[in-house]
């Protein structure tokens, strides 16, 4: 499903990776990686750890599956989570949670004492990086995770 704004959004977030990119990163998603992740009716796991872990690291994975294990090793997936299964609303919010959570400043109190999925969309959602209809168990296309991953980084960029 293409909508008008599809296209910004993935500049924004090309543009947001290639000044990084720009400050001695090597290891990227490309162009190519970006467009096929729009056009993704469900980001698995793996697709999801990395391009989070792309934009959050100063030295990310060189790929998805190492992404993915780094992810899940530092505790940043959940526990259930498996490299190829579709990512959903919760899972992605833990991991850009603990990822980014330096640019989501009112995680609340909830989180704070419980750090798992659930609590993590909650602040995700609270803050409006997640818009819309949704619930924590809901998968993830690709348009809707590069919206949020582009407010997430948006966000740090306004710091």
Request: net charge neutral; aromatic share 10%.
């Amino acid at each position: 499903m293409k909508h008008s704004y599809c296209l910004p959004v993935a500049l924004c977030v090309m543009l947001l990776f290639s000044v990084k990119a720009a400050y001695g990163q090597t290891t990227m998603p490309t162009a190519s990686d970006m467009e096929s992740l729009l056009d993704t009716e469900e980001v698995s796991c793996s697709q999801a750890a990395y391009f989070v872990l792309a934009a959050a690291m100063e030295n990310p994975p060189p790929n998805p599956g190492a992404a993915f294990a780094e992810a899940l090793e530092r505790g940043w997936l959940p526990a259930k989570a498996e490299s190829g299964s579709g990512v959903t609303l919760g899972g992605l919010s833990l991991l850009v949670m603990k990822a980014f959570g330096r640019r989501v400043p009112n995680a609340g109190l909830l989180y704070r004492l419980f750090p798992g999925s659930r609590y993590a969309y909650r602040a995700l959602a609270s803050q409006g990086f997640i818009e819309g209809r949704a619930y924590p168990s809901l998968k993830v296309s690709g348009e809707q995770f590069l919206r949020i991953l582009e407010k997430i980084l948006a966000e740090g960029e306004t710091e």
